[in-house]
């Protein structure tokens, strides 16, 4: 037996190249649009007259280390960047030692050991008391062997890690 909702109607929403009906409640689409509308009208009050934003850019720990880690790997070091990077990634460490990849989350290894390598070549010596307290949570997690492909390989380039220990990427070749 089927029932006809008369508070309910079906509208066409278009996502991509797809055509989706869904049933909406008249006064639910209304606050919806509004809420839209009045979105788009805040963000285009913040608009620069040339079309983009100016905000703070808000980053985990991984980004600055990738920075910092590039100015190593290409011998360009920028000794004031890299104090604002070491500030950053100790004021981010979490109780146990760690880092996370978002705000609240729990320590996580690639960022972890990321973390620690950047403080070690600005010169934190093992014995600190912030890298016991890294290297410990590191061991926790499970260590470099725990780490994404991307992780491996940047130890890799940098010598901190065997080649012979990295995945395989030389499938891509057979592709040129």
């Known amino acids: 037996m089927s029932k006809t909702d008369t508070s309910s109607s079906v509208s066409t929403m278009t996502m991509g190249h797809h055509q989706l009906k869904v049933m909406v409640e008249p006064e639910l689409a209304t606050k919806v649009d509004t809420a839209i509308k009045r979105s788009q009208t805040y963000l285009k009050r913040l608009q620069h007259e040339k079309g983009y934003w100016i905000g703070e850019l ?3 720990t991984t980004l600055v280390c990738d920075m910092m880690l590039y100015m190593y790997w290409m011998d360009e070091i ?3 960047k890299q104090g604002k990077i070491v500030k950053h990634i100790l004021d981010r460490q979490l109780a146990d030692g760690g880092w996370n990849i978002y705000p609240g989350g729990p320590s996580e290894i690639n960022a972890s050991v990321k973390c620690y390598l950047a403080l070690k070549l600005a010169g934190f010596s093992p014995e600190d008391p912030v890298m016991k307290k890294a290297h410990s949570v590191i061991l926790r997690l499970g260590g ?4 994404n492909t991307y992780g491996k390989l940047y130890l890799a380039m940098l010598g901190q890690f065997p080649w012979k220990l990295s995945p395989d990427h030389s499938f891509g070749s057979d592709a040129l």
């Open 58 to 60: 808000i980053v985990d």
């Open 78 to 80: 920028d000794y004031v």
């Open 144 to 147: 470099i062997p725990k780490m």
